[in-house]
Structures are given as C-alpha cells and as structure tokens.
C-alpha cells in the first residue's frame, strides 16, 4: 500500500472516531452561538498549524463562513507578532495566550484553544487565565489531551497519535462548529 493510500485509511479511521464527539461538539457550538449573540466574543489562539487553524476559524466570524451576515468579533490571539514578542521577551512565551486573555477576555467570551499534543504550556495557561476570569472554554486536543485535558469546560479530542491527522480532525471540527451556529448568525 502507498504512503498516500496510508494515509487516507488513517484520516478515514480518525474521522470515524471523532462521531462520538458529536455531543461535545454541539455543546462548543452551543457556547459560541450564545457567547456571539449575546454581544460577547470569542477568543481563539494555538501554536503553529493550531495558529492558521484558529486563526481560520476567527475569520470565519469576523468576515463570513457561507453567506453575508453581521460581523460577529472573533479574536486569533497568535495574530499580532509585536504583541508576541513583546510577551514572550517580557515574560515568556508560555505567557504569550494567558497576558492577553487577561487584557481581553470578560465573562461570556469564549476562549477556543488548540493543541494537537495538549502539553503546550501557553495554551495551559490561557486555559487556566481564561477559568479564572469567567470566560467559558473550548478545548480541541490530540492523543490523550495532554496537560491541556480536564481545563475546558467542552474538550473535542481527536482519537490519534498522528499530528497531521489530529489538525485535520481539527479543521473539520471547527468548520462543524460553525455550520451548526451559522443559521442563528
């Protein structure tokens, strides 16, 4: 069997275990569709790929999913590179998503972090910031959810040990969470 055939039966597999995410899933969605109409906003941040993907999921708010609609505020954290380096220099990177979850986060936001290990120490402490302010949690995570697992309020843990299929778990996850609050929007 070919690397590429693989690969597609490992996706295949993944994707067939993440329906026992479904209620979990509707419980993010739940989150962020009263957290958006409710005139709060949603926080999102993650290291590397888990960045773009967040940062995709943010734009999917701030601009539009499927049609034209509202602007909703939808923040990707790992967006400002001075803000950063400015943390990371200051205080340190693991402080990089907890500093500005401080400065923006209010009770009825939502923070949305990503971690395909859930052993990344920044987004641990982002998670603990935003708890203790008040700010509700989502948390998508891969393999066994690491340091991360047991810190949201709604965890979706994609069933693998392979980082490539836990983004696209992730991908496929966030856009799930968007078609099921689009229609309220």
């Known amino acids: 069997m070919s690397v590429f055939l693989a690969a597609v039966d490992d ?10 995410l479904e209620p979990a899933l509707l419980q993010a969605a739940d989150l962020v569709r009263a957290c958006l109409l409710g005139g709060s906003k949603l926080l999102v941040c993650g290291n590397g790929g888990s960045a773009a993907d967040g940062a995709d999921f943010a734009t999917e708010y701030t601009c539009r ?5 509202k602007a909703y505020p939808a923040i990707n ?24 979850v401080e400065a923006f ?44 697992r047991g810190l949201a309020q709604v965890e979706l843990i994609v069933p693998s040990e392979i980082t490539a299929r836990i983004q696209e778990g992730h991908k496929f996850l966030l856009h799930s969470i968007c078609e099921q609050v689009e229609g309220a929007l």
């Open 11 to 20: 996706a295949i597999g993944s994707f067939e275990r993440m329906r026992a």
């Open 77 to 100: 954290l790992a967006a400002c590179g001075s803000l950063l380096t400015a943390v990371g220099n200051d205080y340190g990177y693991e402080q990089s998503f907890s500093r500005q």
């Open 65 to 69: 999913f499927t049609r034209d609609r």
């Open 105 to 148: 986060g209010k009770p009825g936001d939502v923070l949305v972090a990503l971690s395909t290990s859930g052993n990344s120490s920044n987004i641990v402490l982002a998670l603990e910031q935003a708890r203790a302010l008040g700010v509700h949690t989502v948390a998508l995570l891969g393999r066994a959810g690491g340091k991360c």
